[in-house]
């Protein structure tokens, strides 16, 4: 067994999830470390966790970012030769890390950048070297083993700590792991990680049922037509809510064990659904439970698991349990 840390991804709210309430659970599960994506996530975090964790920000040093990277005890990521030199300028002795690109092409510094300034940086105080895998949750594709090659290259010898894989590349087994892993989706109960327990489950109340004759239809467009006499329930919540768009008329919701299809187009705050079928009138229905994860949902609209949790809306009442 080699001695790998684990940390946690929180970035956009905690994928959608709550930030400060999943952090706060995974803190108390251990995680001494976090990852977000803006230091302004940063300053959220710090004040919903205190003192005693590190906070790293993938955006790097920002211009703007030095006041809150340092009154809020934050670890920007570098990500360019300016970034560095801001970060080693405005705030000497400052902790920090190095993101390299190993071939992504989205955020680091690539071979001969870090090249000429790898000897200053690892000179200060820098915590960390990472970089990020584009197709990790592909397990055959070559480009995993070329970042690999890559990152071995650029980094092997030095003796800061080194992160490459999120969820997808902790998958792909041990070589990835090295000092840190990060990740993300895979806590939230997300692909790829096939085994993990679904943690968001989403209620939603049905407003009001009306009787629709056959023939008559519902909805913006008249998009959906009554093919029988029909029982439709108006249910609370929308686009606006994160049931985006792409789901109408592909979607199925759940009282208890019986499925309900979604009928007509989704709206801003609302969505319909065929309840004809139903052995009783339902209170609530269900769109994210154990018979319909996120990344079933995410099926039916075309889309991933991160993007419907992520886009989760504020107007929920969110409980947590367990942690
Ligand atoms: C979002 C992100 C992660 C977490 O990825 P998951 O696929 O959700 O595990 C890790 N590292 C970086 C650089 C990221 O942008």
């Given at each position: 067994m080699t001695?790998?840390?684990t940390a946690a991804v929180v970035k956009a709210d905690g994928y959608g999830l709550g930030a400060d309430k999943v952090a706060r659970a995974m803190m108390r599960a251990g995680v001494t470390k976090f990852f977000v994506a803006v230091a302004e996530e940063g300053v959220a975090l710090r004040q919903a966790?205190?003192?005693?964790?590190?906070?790293?920000?993938?955006s790097?040093?920002?211009?703007?970012?030095?006041?809150m990277i340092s009154d809020m005890m934050l670890t920007p990521m570098v990500n360019t030769v300016g970034q560095l030199t801001r970060h080693l300028?405005?705030?000497?002795g400052h902790p920090f890390g190095v993101q390299l690109d190993t071939g992504m092409n989205r955020l680091g510094m690539e071979l001969p950048e870090w090249a000429s300034v790898a000897?200053?940086?690892?000179?200060?105080?820098?915590?960390?070297?990472?970089?990020?895998?584009?197709?990790?949750?592909?397990?055959?594709?070559?480009m995993n083993r070329q970042q690999l090659d890559q990152f071995h290259l650029m980094t092997d010898g030095i003796s800061v700590p080194r992160s490459l894989a999120a969820t997808g590349g902790i998958l792909l087994g041990p070589e990835y792991h090295f000092d840190l892993t990060r990740p993300g989706i895979g806590l939230y109960g997300g692909l790829p990680f096939t085994d993990a327990q679904p943690v968001a489950y989403l209620d939603l109340p049905v407003i009001q049922v009306r009787d629709v004759e056959e023939g008559e239809t519902v909805g913006y467009g008249n998009a959906w037509t009554a093919a029988r006499p029909s029982k439709i329930a108006t249910v609370s919540g929308g686009y606006a809510d994160g049931l985006i768009r792409a789901l109408s008329g592909g979607a199925t919701l759940w009282h208890?064990?019986?499925p309900v299809p979604l009928v007509g187009r989704v709206s801003m705050d609302l969505i319909t659904a065929d309840v004809t079928d139903l052995p009783e009138l339902p209170g609530v229905l269900s769109i994210l439970g154990p018979d319909q994860t996120v990344d079933a949902l995410a099926?039916?609209?075309?889309?991933?698991?991160?993007?419907?949790?992520?886009?989760?809306?504020?107007?929920?009442q969110r409980r947590y349990s367990g942690g």
């Open positions: 001695d790998v840390e966790l205190g003192p005693n964790v590190e906070i790293c920000v993938f790097g040093h920002m211009r703007g970012d030095t006041d300028e405005a705030l000497p000897e200053i940086a690892l000179s200060q105080n820098c915590r960390l070297v990472m970089s990020h895998l584009a197709c990790a949750d592909e397990p055959d594709h070559p208890g064990a019986h099926d039916r609209a075309g889309t991933i698991g991160y993007e419907i949790l992520t886009s989760l809306g504020p107007r929920y």
